[in-house]
């Protein structure tokens, strides 16, 4: 079978070495946004192991070793640092934005990967050929808005646009899903290539409306005809909304946007896990 590999970032801001950096460079302490999932995070290495087996390498991108969850077997996973693959000019950074502008420069990487935030979970057992067959890729936009052009956007919403914008004159921008991005290396690395004066002028080190997300690549394959729609069900879920564990969906995204309560913490939810994924994975030492 044709290697696919698996990029996730993960960010811990109770690492002191990653408030002492934050603190020099005027980073504002966001809880939802940098929030720790501390052993929660187990789960994603175990739906990884056990719905999506056969996943060749796991690079797992931090912004120093000191991120490395402790219970992480780090000899099973390649651990990615943002100096190894983002430009020296752009560090240090505090936006998941900038690092997906980069991420085809990660060594060894396969040209057939995908590509996850860290709060996404497989739930089901998924096949490769759900992601791609031959040269096409598989996205969903199905569960997503359609951003209309003189609406007053979210944050999320103008970076949808303006990575849509810059390779895709067609009137409706439709976002993709915040789940998993199967993507081409070379795919990106040619996007990339053509677009590099924009992407290098739209960076900034936190999160910004002017900036480009993982979607500009998204989009650019489904220019060139590579795209199908995925088959993959997807879903959202917080501490306000647990319905969506009655009947689950093959993959979900836990929405950790609250300020106040950590969504990692909810007994629901924990409970669920536990009772879904009772076996450390090969991941955890």
Same mark, same amino acid.
């Given at each position: 079978?044709?290697k ?33 999932q501390?052993?929660f995070?187990?789960? !994603? ?12 390498? =796991?690079?797992?991108?931090?912004q +120093? ?11 099973k =996973? #390649? ?15 505090? +936006? +998941? ?31 490769? $050929? ?7 890729v598989?996205?969903n936009?199905?569960?997503?808005? +359609? ?23 067609? $009137? ?6 915040h ?5 081409l290396?070379?795919?990106m690395?040619?996007?990339?290539d #053509?677009?590099? $004066?924009q992407?290098?002028?739209s960076i900034?080190?936190t999160?910004a409306?002017?900036n ?32 969506l564990?009655?009947?689950?969906p ?17 007994? !629901?939810?924990?409970?669920? !896990? ?5 076996? #450390?994975?090969?991941? $955890?030492?």
């Amino acid at each position: 079978m044709e290697k696919i590999d698996l990029v996730v970032p993960y960010v811990d801001m109770e690492d002191p070495n990653w408030q002492q950096l934050a603190k020099q460079h005027n980073i504002p302490m966001s809880t939802c946004r940098y929030r720790s999932q501390k052993d929660f995070w187990k789960n !994603f290495f175990r739906c990884i192991d056990t719905n999506l087996p056969w996943i060749n390498q =796991v690079f797992l991108i931090v912004q +120093s070793k000191s991120q490395v969850p402790a219970w992480l077997d780090a000899s099973k =996973v #390649k651990i990615i640092l943002h100096e190894d693959f983002i430009p020296m000019e752009f560090l240090p950074v505090y +936006s +998941s934005c900038t690092i997906e502008m980069f991420i085809q420069n990660i060594k060894e990487l396969s040209e057939k990967f995908l590509y996850f935030n860290d709060d996404i979970f497989v739930l089901r057992p998924l096949s490769p $050929e759900q992601f791609f067959k031959d040269d096409i890729v598989y996205h969903n936009f199905k569960d997503r808005y +359609s951003v209309i052009r003189d609406r007053k956007l979210s944050i999320h919403g103008y970076i949808c646009k303006n990575s849509h914008d810059l390779v895709d004159s067609s $009137e409706e921008v439709v976002c993709p899903i915040h789940g998993i991005q199967p993507l081409l290396k070379s795919k990106m690395i040619e996007c990339y290539d #053509k677009y590099k $004066e924009q992407i290098f002028n739209s960076i900034t080190p936190t999160r910004a409306v002017k900036n480009f997300n993982v979607y500009l690549y998204v989009f650019y394959i489904n220019t060139l005809g590579k795209y199908r729609d995925s088959t993959v069900s997807f879903g959202y879920t917080n501490t306000y909304n647990l319905k969506l564990f009655a009947s689950y969906p093959d993959v979900i995204c836990i929405n950790d946007n609250s300020a106040i309560e950590n969504v990692y913490d909810n007994i !629901f939810i924990k409970g669920f !896990f536990n009772n879904l994924f009772t076996k #450390k994975s090969k991941y $955890e030492l």
